[in-house]
């Protein structure tokens, strides 16, 4: 039986200390398919197949990451942050819909997320899709883990800046 590996993502942390933060309540919801709702890496294999590994998994579920890397960027930028399907008046929603995070062909990490900001009513701010495709180093899952690394950090970024400059 093949010894199981565990993975994580490093992602640089903010500073907070930078800048002064807007006075604006933000709640986060994050979706995905049910594949990234666990821990084991995918390998997408051709557009119509995924393979999951048994042995090499993520230290928490791809969805789970991804909230934790939003809900840390947003704390530097925003004055209350919130991971909840609960809305209370006067908060702006950013939904993230995680659409793919998966090695591809062992050449590269792919990151495809959509992100929309609402109002608590529901009325669209902003819309954007944030993808990446960032080459393997080596041709494993620890190459991946990199990938998703630096592919997640720029996707990022670019939503809360995009997020900062409407709200």
């Known amino acids: 039986m093949p010894e199981t590996r565990i993975y994580s993502l490093h992602l640089p942390a903010e500073n907070a200390a930078v800048r002064p933060r807007k006075q604006v309540m ?3 919801r994050v979706h995905s398919p049910r594949y990234l709702a666990q ?6 294999i051709s557009p119509y197949q995924l393979e999951i590994s048994g042995y090499a998994k993520w230290e928490m579920p791809p ?3 991804i909230s934790e890397a939003f809900r840390d960027a947003l704390i530097a930028h925003f004055q209350q942050v919130r991971v909840s399907n609960a809305v209370p008046d006067g908060s702006v929603v950013l939904s993230v819909n995680l659409r793919r995070f998966e090695g591809v062909d062992d050449q590269f990490g792919e990151l495809v997320l ?3 900001l609402s109002t608590a009513e529901g009325k669209e701010i902003h ?3 944030a993808s990446r495709k960032v080459p393997l180093e080596t041709k ?5 883990a990199k990938a998703l690394s630096s592919a997640l950090h720029e996707a ?3 939503v809360v800046v995009a997020m900062e400059n409407r709200v």
Do not use: H, K, N
Request: avoid cysteine.
């Open 156 to 158: 990022v970024q670019d």
């Open 140 to 144: 494993d899952s620890a190459g991946l």
């Open 63 to 65: 969805v789970d990451m």
């Open 39 to 44: 821990p084991y890496i995918a390998w997408r």
């Open 26 to 28: 933000v709640t986060l």
């Open 127 to 129: 819309r954007m899709t």
């Open 114 to 116: 959509d992100a929309e």
